[in-house]
């Protein structure tokens, strides 16, 4: 029986923040779909480069890029190029998935706490934007996707700056669909819920809890339910595709909140 085609074939993507979590959800996926694989990190490097192990032992084509805080603009450039370098000047996706979710009061939030959120969440997604999308239209197309939450639209206590950073990430992804589009660009976002992740249900017990029972599919996410949702959104199945949030939250945003 003929194999099926893997759905991102010969395709060269950068996942950014994929030393653990999401984004190795996320790269392994990917690579399991055929891609060639740039995985950035900024600390955890030793981590980024075991996600590399695995998949260059799977077959694929995978390298760690590191690079400085994605805050900046220039260190956001730099990776760019530099994914694009190591695969011959091409690069077909991107994955802004690096962000930080810290908790605090917005009462006593300083305006350097809040940049120093909305900066690595938002300002990183547009550098890496702009950046790769001067790669891809020169080459006649690519697709970018940005990892939000459904914090976007529900936001959570001591999250203020985290969920108005997420918002406007899906408004970018919106208003860079709609700019990008004609240099046959397209741009999603993908907004997951509550992901597992070690020692999460030890430290969280009550939350967990909570959240099993609030969704409907009676379960935590899991890394590479999100890594499903943006393979779909970079293969050829969503072609027609731009401008959209993929919600992946098990349907908890489908609960009544009264």
Known sequence: MRQPARLLEGQVALVTGASGGIGRGIALRFAEEGAAVALHCRTGVAAARETAARLHDAGARTVVLTA????????CRRLVAEAADWAG??????????????TQELAGMTAADWRAVVDTNLASVFACTQAAAEIMRAAGGGTITHIASIEASRPAPLHAHYSAAKAAVVMHARAAALEYGPYGIRVNSVSPGLIDREGL???WPE????????APTGRLGRPEDVGDACVFLASPLADWITG???VVDGGVSARPGW
Request: hydrophobic share 40%.
């Open 207 to 214: 939350g967990v809890q909570r959240w099993r029972k609030a």
């Open 89 to 102: 000047g091409r690069l077909t996706a991107l994955v802004n998935n690096a962000g930080v979710q810290p």
């Open 68 to 75: 400085a805080d994605l805050s900046d603009e220039d260190a």
């Open 244 to 246: 959209h949030d993929l």
């Open 201 to 203: 249900t030890e430290a």
